[in-house]
């Protein structure tokens, strides 16, 4: 079964950092363009960050620039997204997404839920402040 888990949500304060993960199962990340979206509830799905199958582009939502830091260790199948000044805003659920394989994705197209196949179940993450 194909599938994406994500781990290492939590409770932290402002100003806090957190790294969430992202695991894949039954799947190879290496040639997939990857994701983090983020949802509060009542509102939609956001992008948050997103890397190409390469690795050599990256792309952020305004608000998480020079705070958040998306990577991949395609050795490990994994997608981890480094949290820093955490803020209450940033609470919500994080999901990662998986793209099909070899889907060149550029700063427009990163955003676009449409172009992911595979989606993990979320992880909670909660700032206080």
């Known amino acids: 079964q194909m599938q994406l888990i994500e781990s290492g949500g939590g409770l932290v304060q402002a100003g806090a950092s957190l790294r969430v993960s992202c695991a894949a199962s039954?799947?190879?990340?290496?040639?997939?363009?990857m994701a983090w979206f983020r949802q509060v509830p009542g509102k939609e799905r956001e992008f948050v960050a997103g890397i190409t199958w390469t690795g050599s582009m990256r792309y952020y939502t305004d608000s998480v620039k020079g705070r958040f830091t998306i990577s991949r260790d395609n050795a490990e199948n994994t997608v981890y997204l480094q949290m820093n000044n955490l803020k209450p805003e940033d609470t919500a659920v994080y999901y990662c997404?998986?793209?099909?394989?070899?889907?060149?994705?550029?700063?427009?197209?990163?955003?676009?839920?449409?172009?992911?196949?595979?989606w993990g179940q979320g992880t909670q993450v909660t700032v206080s402040s």
């Open positions: 039954g799947l190879t990340l290496t040639i997939r363009a």
């Open positions: 997404a998986a793209a099909r394989p070899r889907l060149p994705v550029n700063a427009n197209s990163a955003r676009n839920a449409d172009n992911y196949d595979y």
